[in-house]
């Protein structure tokens, strides 16, 4: 099993964002999850967390222009982007440190499981 970022794409310096990472179904759930990028040339960055508790945090770059929620369903988070810059053109992964799946006649948790990004371009 693995998650599923979408909503990435070409868009203009200051434009907005919303990116999604999603679990397959609705009969899975996402407890803590992490936002992070690798910009061309970089190492992969920690961007952003949410907590299964609901509480977020940033890095220090993402403060203020970056915001992660929950999505419509326990299964999907979301990472929005406002006044993009150059700088933020990267790949952007997202990573559950639980992915719990639930059904009538299982449960079973995924540690650590990663999605396998979607790219970001900001043009100037």
């Known amino acids: 099993v693995s998650l599923m970022e979408s909503g990435g794409g070409l868009v203009q310096a200051g434009g907005s964002l919303t990116l999604s990472c999603a679990a397959p179904g609705s009969t899975y759930s996402i407890n803590g999850m992490s936002w992070y990028r690798e910009p061309p040339g970089k190492q992969r960055e920690l961007v952003a967390q949410?907590?299964?508790?609901?509480?977020?945090s940033y890095a220090d770059f993402a403060k203020g222009r970056f915001t992660v929620s929950r999505g419509s369903g326990s299964y999907e988070v979301l990472l929005t982007i406002n006044s993009l810059k150059v700088d933020d053109t990267a790949v952007y992964y997202c990573?559950?440190?639980?992915?719990?799946?639930?059904?009538?006649?299982?449960?079973?948790?995924?540690?650590?499981?990663w999605g396998p990004g979607t790219q970001v371009t900001v043009s100037s």
């Open positions: 949410i907590s299964p508790g609901g509480s977020n």
């Open positions: 990573k559950a440190d639980e992915l719990v799946e639930s059904t009538d006649w299982l449960q079973r948790t995924e540690y650590d499981v």
